[in-house]
């Protein structure tokens, strides 16, 4: 087993657990199907956000880049030090703040986070979001595995702290990720400075609000276990299991939610092991019976995303995106990085500068209208799939029409059926969410 070595500078912790109360969001899952599971000799990646419900999340196409050395890069509450080259990569985000909630680079590393809760305690001070962490990762690595390394060192280095939803009560989390890329996946738990990682080489896999690493540890912070020992929550002696020695004893409601959640998405994958496609993990996250397509209380799936990441190198990696609330009543649109890769316009949320409440102090004292374009669309298209049955069922249809040929497209190039110039793959996304605008208006 491999162990790395911690860096000088570890972070500290508060010894005051943030507050919850029932209607906070504490929920997501993330899948991934590795081959032998999967129909096709790809890794599968996907995942819904389940945040509050009124909450917008915009997708965000992030060019490659270069810095100037020593330059500063201003995250949601704190800067960091900037690198001097980073990655193209497109972000499914909250649009209050500047991380993401899951998303992919030009190298195929894709990446979603969890919120959880461990004996380690949650601190209120400001530091790097999870989502943050999650950014900065596929800005800066190149496969699953240094995108992890980006994680902790920045974890160790900066901590992760502050706020994760857009209201004067803090709200306070550490962190899971589930990464993938190409060949394999990586499962990274948080607890406070502390992490373990799991190598996931081949099967399907899940995680949820929970902790999920038992003792089959791929690689860890060198203090993990010492902490433990001294702790009293270990002995030192026999197995070392990650998830029963760092797991609450009491749950929060959650957290025990959950667990029925994981159980559930876990059977799914094993009902479709060796046949899980695209369609298939949209199937999963369009699940209501099993939570994992959630709108409850005060929160909701607010976008979904699933990625399609072939073994083999001179294919490219397909990402879909909904940039909607409800999987089960949005579409999955395509993204390729390509030569014509670009912001498009209609899922960009408005700016507010420095009188965003983010950016003003005390933070989140008044509320800003956060709508895209697509979102306001898809949100009168909702009013009517509720209250005007055939116009519903219209529009209904319109969309698992688009999705068919957004699937199909893909299907076709990926069997090398349909050889497109890169120019019109890098349009793909813009093409199919004007396609979507369209049959709204």
Same mark, same amino acid.
């Given at each position: 087993?491999?162990r ?18 029932p209607d906070?969001?504490?929920? +997501? ?8 599971a999967?129909a ?7 995942? %819904?956000?389940?945040?509050p =419900? ?15 050395p020593? #330059? ?7 800067e960091?030090?900037q ?8 972000? !499914? ?20 986070? *969890? ?7 949650v601190?209120?001070? *400001? ?14 690595? #190149? ?13 160790? =280095? ?5 706020s994760?939803?857009e ?8 962190n899971t990720?589930l990464?993938a ?7 990274? *738990? ?6 373990a990682? &799991? ?6 896999? %899940?995680? #949820? %609000? &929970?902790l999920?690493?038992g003792t089959?540890? !791929? ?8 902490h ?8 030192g ?9 760092? !797991? ?8 025990e939610a ?7 998405? =876990? ?9 899980i496609t ?14 994992? +397509?959630?709108?409850?209380g005060g929160?909701?799936?607010?976008a !979904?995303m ?5 073994q083999?190198p001179?294919?490219p990696?397909?990402h ?7 999987p089960?009543r949005?579409?999955?649109?395509p ?5 014509g890769?670009? &912001? ?15 950016r ?10 956060r ?23 219209q529009?209904?249809?319109?969309q698992?029409?688009?999705e068919?040929?957004?699937? *199909?497209?893909?299907?076709?190039l ?11 793959l890098g ?12 049959a709204?208006?």
């Amino acid at each position: 087993m491999e162990r790395w070595h911690e860096r000088d500078t570890l972070i500290s912790t508060s010894p005051q657990m943030a507050s919850w109360s029932p209607d906070t969001p504490r929920s +997501c899952d993330c899948f991934v199907s590795v081959p032998p599971a999967s129909a096709i000799p790809a890794v599968i990646f996907a995942k %819904n956000s389940d945040r509050p =419900r009124e909450e917008v999340q915009e997708v965000v196409f992030v060019p490659a880049g270069t810095h100037v050395p020593g #330059s500063r890069l201003q995250c949601t509450y704190i800067e960091v030090e900037q690198v001097s080259k980073t990655h193209a990569a497109i972000l !499914s985000r909250p649009s209050w703040l500047w991380g993401a909630e899951m998303g992919a680079n030009e190298h195929g590393v894709c990446i979603g986070n *969890e919120a959880v809760w461990t004996k380690e305690p949650v601190g209120t001070g *400001e530091a790097l979001l999870g989502m943050d962490l999650l950014r900065l990762a596929l800005e800066r690595g #190149s496969s699953a595995q240094e995108a992890l390394h980006v994680i902790t060192g920045l974890l160790e =280095r900066y901590g992760q702290g502050g706020s994760c939803r857009e209201d004067p009560m803090p709200f306070c989390y550490h962190n899971t990720f589930l990464l993938a890329d190409r060949t394999e996946a990586w499962v990274l *738990e948080t607890a406070g400075r502390l992490w373990a990682a &799991q190598r996931i080489q081949e099967g399907a896999h %899940n995680i #949820s %609000n &929970q902790l999920s690493i038992g003792t089959d540890i !791929s690689a860890e912070h060198p203090e993990l276990r010492p902490h433990a020992r001294a702790q009293g929550w270990w002995g030192g002696q026999g197995a070392f299991d990650f998830a029963q020695i760092f !797991s609450l004893t009491q749950q929060p409601v959650r957290m025990e939610a959950a667990k029925a959640r994981f159980r559930a998405g =876990r059977e799914l994958l094993q009902q479709r092991q060796g046949g899980i496609t695209a369609e298939v993990m949209m199937g999963i996250l369009r699940s209501k019976e099993s939570g994992i +397509c959630m709108d409850s209380g005060g929160f909701r799936t607010t976008a !979904s995303m699933v990625s399609v990441l072939p073994q083999d190198p001179t294919q490219p990696c397909v990402h879909f995106l909904t940039a909607t609330p409800d999987p089960s009543r949005s579409v999955f649109k395509p993204f390729i990085f390509g030569v014509g890769a670009a &912001q498009v316009p209609q899922v960009l949320s408005p700016t507010f500068g420095a009188q965003d409440p983010v950016r003003s102090l005390p933070r989140f004292q008044t509320q800003v209208d956060r709508r895209h374009a697509l979102y306001r669309g898809h949100q009168v298209a909702l009013g009517l799939m509720e209250s005007e049955q055939d116009r519903g069922q219209q529009l209904r249809q319109k969309q698992r029409d688009l999705e068919q040929e957004g699937l *199909e497209a893909v299907r076709a190039l990926l069997a090398r059926e349909w050889a497109p110039p890169p120019q019109e793959l890098g349009c793909l996304f813009q093409a199919f969410v004007e396609k979507e605008s369209r049959a709204y208006a």
